[in-house]
């Protein structure tokens, strides 16, 4: 799972992944759970939220310092997009309004 996890950071920093590959672990992770999603969350989902808020907080800190807030603005309105895309072409649905809570945290209300 660590090779999903940083496959996703990777995709942030601007890399092109294989969505159809991270599509298909997603749905794996989901489909092992049988009858609930926990191995998806437990095992997938709880770490991917946590790299996202380390990985938003850092970059809302060097963005805010070089950068106005018009132009910062912008940047959260780009990561919330990115976020809601990145659910709709290969993460399981009911992370969305997880990862828009920690980019909202870590992107505007932390600040």
Same mark, same amino acid.
């Given at each position: ?5 940083? /496959? ?5 920093r ?5 969505? /159809? &590959? ?6 794996? &992770? %989901?489909?092992? /759970? $049988?009858?609930?999603?926990? *191995? ?35 940047? *959260?309105?780009?990561r919330? /997009?990115?976020?809601?895309?990145? %659910? ?10 997880? $990862?828009?809570? *920690? *980019? ?8």
């Amino acid at each position: 799972l660590g090779c999903l996890l940083e /496959g996703i950071e990777n995709e942030r920093r601007g890399e092109v992944i294989d969505r /159809g &590959l991270f599509k298909n672990t997603c749905s794996m &992770l %989901v489909d092992l /759970g $049988i009858s609930s999603k926990s *191995v998806y969350e437990e095992d997938f989902e709880n770490f991917f939220l946590e790299q996202s808020a380390n990985f938003y907080r850092a970059e809302s800190l060097m963005f805010m310092s070089e950068n106005s807030t018009p132009e910062y603005m912008k940047k *959260v309105k780009l990561r919330i /997009g990115e976020e809601t895309r990145r %659910v709709e072409m290969y993460l399981d649905s009911n992370t969305e309004k997880k $990862i828009l809570e *920690v *980019v909202e945290k870590e992107m505007i209300s932390n600040h």
